[in-house]
């Protein structure tokens, strides 16, 4: 229930941005991309502000294996198999 009602506050919060900045809701396509990318990169900064707050390096390894997956999403490995119909005499 906290992370129905996290995402209701949240989406409260967007929609006093969007009345601020005179933007109609639903945003125009363009709009909505660019904030759901803004979205992706900001939660990435919270990791990355951890561990440069606990000392530890943020170097490329650590990008690719902690941030990489979650912003990118699981990449397609291939074609995937469909199971195959067969059709009934006619």
């Not at 005179?22 to 919270?46: D, K, T, W």
């Not at 690719?64 to 199971?83: D, F, I």
């Amino acid at each position: 229930m906290k992370l129905y009602l996290i995402s209701l506050g949240v989406g409260v919060l967007v929609g006093v941005i969007y009345a601020l900045l005179n933007v109609r809701s639903p945003a125009p396509p363009i709009v909505a991309l660019v904030g759901l990318l803004g979205i992706l990169i900001g939660e990435q900064v919270v990791p990355v502000a951890k561990r440069l707050l606990s000392g530890e390096p943020v170097n490329t390894a650590w990008l690719s294996s902690e941030c990489a997956p979650h912003m990118l999403g699981e990449l397609p490995s291939g074609p995937r198999s469909s199971p195959q119909r067969t059709e009934a005499p006619t």
